[in-house]
Nanobody, 117 residues
Framework: QVQLVESGGALAQAGESLTLSCSAT????????LSWYRRPPGKERELVAV???????TYADSVKGRFLLRRENGEKIMYLRMNNLKPEDTGVYYC???????????WGQGTQVTVSS
């Protein structure tokens, strides 16, 4: 079974940048759906960005133009570059992988991002 581990979460000031990494025990491939989610304090988990096969990466309106999901098929790592961070970006960030054909639906354990004003 594939396992995912996030890293790169930290305390940042508003306006700064962070890059989160999602490392997997198996290579990512073109037919994998790869996503980043976050859970703000006291709120439900929400979608941040999703990369699906053959489709342009989609971003939540709140992060559009500031965040960039980067994946390399054949590699075991995915990134989320977060620019111009805002306090409302605070939360636990999770990576997620889904491949219906392979029967894979896996979450990482999360990494904490805290943005101070």
């Amino acid at each position: 079974q594939v396992q995912l581990v996030e890293s790169g979460g930290a305390l940042a000031q508003a306006g700064e940048s962070l890059t989160l990494s999602c490392s997997a025990t198996h290579n990512f491939y073109g037919d994998d759906h790869l996503s980043w989610y976050r859970r703000p304090p006291g709120k439900e988990r929400e979608l941040v960005a999703v990369s699906s096969p053959g489709v342009t990466t989609t971003y939540a309106d709140s992060v559009k133009g500031r965040f960039l999901l980067r994946r390399e098929n054949g590699e075991k790592i995915m990134y989320l570059r977060m620019n111009n961070l805002k306090p409302e970006d605070t939360g636990v960030y999770y990576c997620h992988m889904r491949n219906a054909l392979m029967g894979v639906d896996v979450w990482g354990q999360g990494t904490q991002v805290t943005v101070s004003s």
